[in-house]
């Protein structure tokens, strides 16, 4: 007589959030590739056109508009992480001075800040934001006469500032950088921020099915080496898979100069260059990840956020991009100058 064997209660959880997490990142996958593709379509129809806005949205409409909003929604998540803790940071001046800095690079791109190139570049504009941002900062500290938690209310402002605001700014200078074509520009971000995520996917799915030692328990309990290593190595063939996908089969002209902007290596070809740009990409992720979870840990709070069911706040999806975008960056200005 052949027994049957019931799955557990614990296993039938499992499976249903495996489902469920799998389903919201499908819908969320479809949704950030419509939002990109709108984005450089729209840059694509403006291209030669004259005038102030026509010059704005050839370098993003879509994509910064929206992402903006996301990346306020992480700042008033950090936010809440300081409250939970007793610190009250200035929070209308820390949206205000997100905002400003994460946008600069597209008006700065578009020529609204300036026609010289430092100007358009970003660079010197962005130096003068921050300034901007510390020195408001220091305003707010002394109109609210906070004399008792100054230091700590003061650095918590800052700290959320920077964490959402300049760091974010780099995926926004890949996207709008004045030397890539502005559909291309579009296009790469995606891609930078697909190679990231995948990490996400594959540390995931190695952990649950093969993860036994622990990463670093006294941060992420639930993270384990080898996911780690699955993720490394996902990220890696996924940016692979990804180039070839676009040199074989796509014809969009955006994408097109994206690939020729990714083969432009002098020592390596494009596919080892692109790996090795995934587990790069991969590691940063991962790390920005671990930095949330200390975040979240001294909060004493399990997820940033409930806006996105199974995955918990923006702040939870916005860990390993905040980290990787600087990184990606600076591979893309110094190691391959593309931008």
Not at 253 to 259: A, L, P, Q
Request: aromatic letters at 8%; proline letters at 4%; one cysteine or more.
């Amino acid at each position: 007589m052949v027994r049957c064997r019931y799955p557990s209660e614990k296993e039938v959880l499992t499976a249903q959030v495996l489902i469920q997490r799998v389903s919201y990142g499908a819908l969320a996958l479809t949704l950030l590739i419509t939002l990109f593709a709108v984005d450089a379509e729209v840059g694509n129809r403006l291209t030669g056109i004259d005038g102030m806005l026509a010059s704005l949205f050839q370098r993003g409409s879509v994509v910064p508009l929206l992402t903006a909003l996301v990346f306020l929604q992480g700042a008033r998540e950090l936010n809440n992480f300081y409250v939970l803790r007793g610190v009250k940071p200035y929070a209308g001046c820390a949206y205000v001075m997100v905002l400003a800095v994460f946008l600069t690079p597209w008006l700065s791109a578009a020529g609204w800040l300036g026609d010289g190139v430092a100007q358009v570049e970003g660079a010197q504009t962005m130096l003068l934001v921050m300034l901007i941002a510390m020195g408001s900062v220091w305003v707010t500290a002394v109109i609210k006469k906070d004399t008792a938690d100054c230091l700590r209310n003061s650095s918590a402002t800052l700290q959320i500032i920077f964490y959402l605001g300049f760091l974010s700014s780099f995926g926004l200078q890949i996207r709008c950088g004045r030397d890539i074509p502005s559909a291309a520009g579009a296009w790469l971000m995606l891609y930078i921020l697909l190679i990231t995520k995948a990490s996400d996917i594959g540390a995931f799915f190695a952990g649950s099915l093969l993860g036994k030692h622990k990463l670093w328990p006294g941060v992420s309990p639930g993270k384990t080496i080898e996911g780690a290593i699955g993720g490394i190595l996902f990220s890696a063939g996924v940016a692979s898979l990804l180039l070839y996908v676009c040199q074989t089969y796509l014809l969009d002209n955006g994408i097109r100069t994206m690939v020729r902007f990714l083969s432009q290596t002098s020592h390596l070809s494009p596919m080892i260059a692109v790996g090795l740009l995934g587990v790069v990409l991969a590691i940063a992720g991962q790390m920005g990840d671990l930095v949330e979870s200390c975040f979240k840990r001294d909060a004493n709070v399990k997820d940033s956020g409930q806006l996105i069911p199974r995955f918990g706040g923006i702040l939870d999806l916005l860990d390993s991009p905040l980290a990787a975008m600087p990184v990606a960056w600076i591979i893309l200005t110094v190691v391959w100058p593309m931008l």
